[in-house]
């Protein structure tokens, strides 16, 4: 099943259950979807990963403006973005877990030999496109860090 014919179904649920705050947050990814769909030079279909990449895009926006809400004392409103990046986030893989993390960045590091910060360009470029949908590009770069720093 798609992810397109997953939110429609899950929209339907959302109706049926009254669920408001969860049918916003599927109406939201469902729009990014028909934009990526509608785009100029746009194909019918979008590829798996063009998926991926929409719906972290949806739940980082979602993460930094609860923390702006959060920062201005709003905190209903911050709890309703919170709420919309966990529903959001059931539909992206399941994250790596750290040791995980750390093992395949090690790995990337001694293949291209880095050996100090002056290499992360080429350790991220490889481990960006080798972890998309695994896990942040925050954490892949914060975890760079740490291993070249070392």
Do not use: C, H
Not at 15 to 40: C, G, N, P, S, Y
Not at 107 to 125: E, H, L, P, W
């Amino acid at each position: 099943m798609s992810l397109e014919s997953k939110i429609n179904e899950d929209i339907k649920k959302a109706m049926l259950a009254r669920e408001k705050e969860k049918l916003e947050a599927l109406r939201a990814v469902k729009t990014a979807l028909l934009v990526a769909k509608t785009e100029k030079g746009a194909s019918e279909t979008i590829s798996e990963d063009a998926e991926i990449k929409i719906l972290q895009r949806l739940v980082k926006q979602r993460k930094e403006s609860a923390t702006i809400f959060e920062e201005r004392n709003r905190k209903e409103l911050a709890q309703k973005e919170w709420f919309e990046a966990s529903i959001i986030e059931e539909y992206l893989p399941e994250q790596m877990s750290d040791e995980e993390l750390t093992s395949i960045i090690q790995k990337i590091v001694d293949q291209v030999g880095a050996k100090s910060m002056a290499d992360m360009g080429k350790v991220m470029g490889i481990a960006s496109k080798e972890l998309a949908g695994k896990a942040e590009g925050k954490a892949i770069a914060d975890k760079v860090k740490s291993i070249l720093n070392s």
